[in-house]
């Protein structure tokens, strides 16, 4: 199993990217899976999760500027971040608590490798 993320980039603060995160492999299924992000120097702190129901959670200081949502029959996950600012420079990390089709299998967290989002002033 496998998670990608992309959409990462430099934006000028006010402006707005799209991240998405598709995961791959021998997927049985999905549960939660969220966006998490590490400022240099801080520690990665949770951004927004989202259940295989569609319920959500975010981190106070993105609720309303971040929209999380995700695609179940294309094992995606996305995070449409709006009016962005400097502060949320930052690596983004995607995961998932995917079960994979070996027998006896049980959930397990998988982390994607982080994508690079900068805003500049």
């Known amino acids: 199993v496998q998670l990608q993320a992309s959409g990462g980039g430099l934006v000028q603060a006010g402006g707005s990217l799209r991240l998405s995160c598709v995961a791959s492999?021998?997927?049985?299924?999905?549960?939660?899976m969220g966006w998490y992000r590490q400022a240099p120097g801080k520690q990665r702190e949770l951004v927004a999760t989202?259940?295989?129901?569609?319920?959500?959670n975010y981190e106070d200081s993105v609720k309303g500027r971040f929209t999380i949502s995700r695609d179940n029959a294309k094992n995606t996950v996305y995070l449409q971040m709006n009016s962005l600012k400097p502060e949320d420079t930052a690596v983004y990390y995607c995961?998932?608590?995917?079960?994979?089709?070996?027998?006896?299998?049980?959930?397990?967290?998988?982390w994607g490798p982080g994508t690079l989002v900068t805003v500049s002033s």
């Open positions: 989202i259940s295989n129901s569609g319920n959500t």
């Open positions: 995961n998932g608590v995917i079960k994979d089709d070996a027998l006896f299998s049980l959930p397990y967290t998988y």
């Open positions: 492999g021998r997927i049985l299924s999905i549960s939660d």
